[in-house]
């Protein structure tokens, strides 16, 4: 294999073309490198800032600015917060992380990338409003209520029941379940069944946003409280007399999370660099992805924390323990994109049923959502979804529990050295089932996509106990 030869890239093209600032100093501290982005962050032009000593730009000391930092230390200095102002008066705020430049052991200078602190917010923040915005969202910020919820289970019964009865309290609710059981769908739904639905529903993604950044976001920044601070409303201001949800509530730094508990026991948040305080009367909800008392145990959240925010659990089972729902989310699903993309398909074959049957949905509801859309731009017209029209993921899925069970033809000694004889059987098979898809069930013409000789592709038809003649695509079937 070719080896890349890096003193042939121009990688100063590379850095110009970024859409984060960088600058590189030399180890005396002498720009020798400026980007356009940074010049705009800075509103300085680029060919004046080459070849300045990086003091004479900014109102900065050794242990202030980031590069010099960096120099003196020799250590890289990662997603940290900095207000400043130029030598020419203009105020920044960015998040930028410095790495120092080494050759032959010896330091020669930094490079430090930076962010625009409002924009790189405006960004987080936006995120979700132009999803829900592009799927109709209300004007409280939500589209789901609970008759959205398909739902017969038991277990799922149970937990619309606690989350209805719980929805008009001011007790905080914490909703816990695997990804794409929903938990945001409930989240809305609570908010919606509450006295607070006319005023806003606000999500944070609490894994989403930088550590650095969160705070700003949740509690607000305060002017004046420190050289171009911006007196801005936090979130939990915004969601004032409204709800606030903090999916993913494990994902915040321990450090934020005692601030959190006092802002939950004291119902009042202060912005950051500000004495003041704001009366809150906001309903918190929170999410987590495993059981709570296995992220207490894991260091992740603090056990106080829960105790606050999970006064009311409501547990969301995942779909490989609701299985006979099945039925009824797969026609919504198949009547909203029969909708969305003009067909006419009534159901699924017998055989996409059984195999939907014997599948784990490690994706729970939203894969199966996602398994429908996708099978539903491949039926060109068919009225029935088969096997041909899934997706290959769900094979190679489905198939590496088959694998494990009696597929590999290896004995269980093999199959415990490693899971090295495991992938490869896992994607072979994945291989193999693509190939019949895309030929229709024709093992002649799969072979031939595949490169081998028919006889090799039906021994290994054999090997997997793959049946071709599921991949034909007949109405009857």
């Known amino acids: 294999m070719d080896r890349i030869n890096f003193e042939d890239i121009d990688i100063y093209s590379v850095l110009s073309s970024m859409h984060e600032g960088v600058v590189i100093a030399d180890i005396s501290g002498k720009v020798i490198f400026f980007n356009q982005t940074q010049g705009q962050i800075e509103d300085i032009d680029p060919k004046d800032a080459v070849g300045q000593k990086i003091l004479d730009i900014y109102q900065l000391a050794d242990d202030t600015s980031p590069i010099m930092r960096c120099l003196i230390s020799g250590e890289p200095i990662i997603n940290e917060t900095l207000v400043y102002r130029t030598r020419l008066g203009r105020v920044c705020n960015i998040l930028f992380s410095v790495f120092p430049l080494y050759k032959n052991g010896h330091l020669i200078g930094a490079i430090n990338f930076s962010k625009e602190y409002q924009l790189l917010e405006k960004v987080i923040l936006s995120q979700s409003s132009t999803v829900n915005s592009v799927q109709k969202k209300s004007r409280n910020g939500t589209r789901f209520s609970f008759k959205d919820i398909i739902a017969s289970d038991t277990k799922m019964c149970n937990a619309i029941r606690i989350a209805r009865m719980s ?7 914490m909703i816990s379940g695997e990804t794409g059981t929903g938990k945001e769908l409930f989240a809305q739904s609570i908010h919606n069944h509450s006295p607070r639905k006319k005023k806003l529903f606000i999500p944070v993604n609490c894994a989403a946003i930088p550590e650095n950044l969160l705070e700003g976001i949740l509690f607000g920044t305060s002017r004046g409280s420190f050289t171009g601070a911006i007196d801005k409303p936090g979130l939990f201001e915004q ?214 000789s028919p006889q090799s592709f039906h021994y290994k038809l054999k090997k997997y106990s793959i049946n071709r003649k599921d991949f034909i695509v007949k109405e009857s079937v």
């Open 167 to 173: 929805a008009g309290s001011p007790s905080p609710i």
């Open 239 to 452: 969601a004032n007399g409204g709800t606030i949800f903090l999916d993913e509530l494990d994902a915040m730094p321990l450090t934020l999370q005692a601030k959190l508990l006092r802002v939950i026991q004291e119902k009042k948040v202060r912005k950051l660099g500000s004495l003041k305080e704001i009366d809150l009367d906001v309903k918190i909800l929170s999410s987590v992805g495993l059981p709570p008392l296995k992220i207490i145990q894991n260091g992740s959240l603090r056990m106080d924390l829960f105790y606050r925010m999970g006064v009311v659990s409501v547990l969301l089972p995942p779909l490989r323990e609701r299985k006979g729902e099945l039925d009824t989310l797969i026609r919504s699903f198949i009547v909203k994109y029969n909708q969305a993309l003009g067909e006419n398909v009534k159901t699924v074959s017998p055989r996409v049923a059984q195999l939907f049957a014997g599948y784990d949905w490690p994706g729970n509801v939203r894969e199966l959502e996602h398994i429908i859309e996708a099978s539903m731009n491949m039926v060109g017209g068919a009225s029935l979804i088969h096997l041909a029209h899934l997706p290959p993921h769900i094979f190679s899925f489905a198939g590496k529990e088959r694998t494990g069970v009696r597929g590999t033809g290896c004995n269980n000694k093999a199959e415990s050295a490693g899971s090295l004889l495991e992938t490869q059987a896992s994607n072979e098979m994945e291989m193999i089932m693509t190939a019949l898809s895309r030929a229709r069930g024709n093992a002649a013409r799969a072979a031939r996509r595949l490169g081998i």
